[in-house]
């Protein structure tokens, strides 16, 4: 089971718009990364991320679940950018912040922080276990299964 990482701007698209589409979820589009685009490729229906608020608040503010595989993008008229589509599961009880997760050495090798500006990440099970706790919550409580 893989981990992940989405990131977006609260005042385009924020926790509280994604938590609105419901079961059906949202399409994650809109990425012109490769790298982003490449993760997204990589991505299993049923497994969990969590969604970030970058520029405004720059935390951890809720967990996702990949709910469509990789398929085109539907606002790239060029066909060669894919999405995934997710949904909301849970809201952290607290948001854990880029300072804290950056002042957390046990999180030093995490790609938020080494390469912050990348919209879609990969993250690791021991990562991800570590920002659930510190969100309030406990991982084997939101993981997929």
Not at 67 to 74: I, R
Not at 115 to 143: H, T, W, Y
Request: hydrophobic share 40%.
């Amino acid at each position: 089971m893989a981990y992940w990482l989405f990131k977006s701007e609260p005042h385009k698209w924020s926790w509280d718009d994604q938590v609105k589409k419901g079961a059906g979820g949202q399409e994650w589009d809109g990425v012109r990364n490769y790298q982003a685009r490449n993760f997204m490729r990589q991505m299993k229906a049923g497994e969990r991320g969590f969604f970030y608020h970058s520029n405004e608040g720059k935390a951890v503010v809720g967990v996702v679940e990949i709910v469509a595989e990789a398929h085109p993008d539907s606002t790239d008229e060029s066909g060669k950018w894919e999405c995934v589509d997710i949904k909301a599961v849970t809201p952290l009880n607290e948001p854990v912040s880029l300072d804290t997760i950056k002042a957390d050495e046990r999180l030093a090798e995490m790609v938020l922080v080494k390469n912050s500006r990348l919209s879609v990440q990969p993250v690791s099970e021991d990562e991800f276990a570590m920002i659930c706790r510190l969100g309030g919550l406990v991982a084997e409580d939101v993981k997929a299964g």
